[in-house]
């Protein structure tokens, strides 16, 4: 269940809430700074990249073949 509001955030947008190890949050600030992004950006657009190639690898699968 998405709870919709709007708090100001860009249209097609929804916030979540993570936990995540201090030393992962720093490590994704540091690669973000690098890339020019906020830790926002930087997070949907890996999590964007890992779900398009996701489904590009299972689209691509072989069929599997019928067992005898």
């Known amino acids: 269940m998405v709870t919709v509001s ?4 860009a249209p097609g947008k ?3 809430s ?4 201090q030393s992962l949050v720093e490590r994704i600030d540091q690669l973000a700074e690098e890339e ?3 830790r926002s950006n930087f ?3 890996h999590l964007e990249r890992l779900a398009d190639s996701s489904a ?3 689209n691509n699968a072989a069929p ?3 067992r005898s």
């Open 36 to 38: 020019n992004r906020n």
């Open 43 to 45: 997070i949907a657009t």
């Open 14 to 16: 929804t916030q979540i």
């Open 6 to 9: 709007n708090t100001g955030r």
């Open 56 to 58: 590009t690898r299972k």
């Open 64 to 66: 599997a073949r019928p």
């Open 18 to 21: 993570i936990s995540l190890p």
